[in-house]
């Protein structure tokens, strides 16, 4: 069975995913977080980026639904994370951390005790790499949580199959903020590529969409 790579985002009115200063505090609701924790529930792991953990500092861990919690997994390009932070210190089983030859002396210095570590094949985040050691290691659900950088890498090559997507009621106006896709080029004929909307939900002032390629 082929890996399926899916996005969890939630977007403001004028398709801000982020705060001015960056963050997301306060701006999904009760319903949203429920929402978020049933598409957790039913992946087998879930990827987020080093910029997610130290900005967010997010508990990967279900609490508005039972389920298992998906395995963490941690892509660091360069530097390291904190011990201290919630994905070490809160998650029931070990993370994964995929880092590269450049930094990877530095994460077993730092976190050998806290996590699995895995080296890439070369100093940047290659995201077919990352889903071919996902893929062999047997994971078939997989949430990617990373931020609007990462899900742009991952849709350059194709890899994203399924966008949750929860529309919340805020106008922030910020043209400098991010959206769910942020990166430098558009891509190649997305005109062509219609992405096909197999459910949506109100729920009080929230819209849940969910599209599939």
Same mark, same amino acid.
């Given at each position: ?40 529930? /039913? ?13 967010? #500092? ?31 210190? &809160? ?27 895995? !080296?890439?094949?070369? #100093? ?15 994971? &078939? ?37 991010? !959206? ?8 190649? #004929?997305?005109? &062509? ?10 729920? /009080? #002032? ?8």
């Amino acid at each position: 069975m082929k890996l399926q790579l899916s996005i969890n985002m939630a977007m403001t009115l004028d398709g801000k995913v982020a705060r001015p200063d960056g963050k997301w505090y306060g701006l999904s609701s009760r319903n949203d977080k429920r929402k978020m924790d049933v598409i957790r529930s /039913e992946a087998d792991a879930l990827i987020v980026g080093k910029n997610s953990i130290l900005n967010d #500092n997010p508990v990967i861990k279900l609490r508005y639904v039972e389920g298992k919690n998906p395995l963490p997994i941690i892509l660091i390009r360069k530097g390291s994370l904190p011990k201290t932070k919630h994905i070490f210190q &809160q998650a029931d089983r070990k993370p994964l951390i995929l880092c590269t030859p450049q930094n990877e002396k530095e994460i077993r210095q730092d976190l050998q005790e806290y996590a699995e570590i895995l !080296s890439l094949s070369s #100093n940047e985040i290659e995201p077919k790499e990352v889903l071919s050691i996902l893929s062999e290691k047997g994971f &078939q659900k997989v949430l990617l949580e990373g931020g609007p950088t990462l899900n742009y890498a991952f849709q350059k090559e194709g890899l994203i199959d399924v966008i949750n997507l929860t529309i919340v009621p805020f106008l922030i106006g910020q043209k400098s903020l991010p !959206s769910i896709v942020t990166g430098d080029f558009p891509f190649p #004929n997305f005109d &062509q590529e219609k992405w096909k909307l197999v459910s949506f939900e109100k729920l /009080e #002032n929230e819209i849940f969409l969910r599209y599939e390629k």
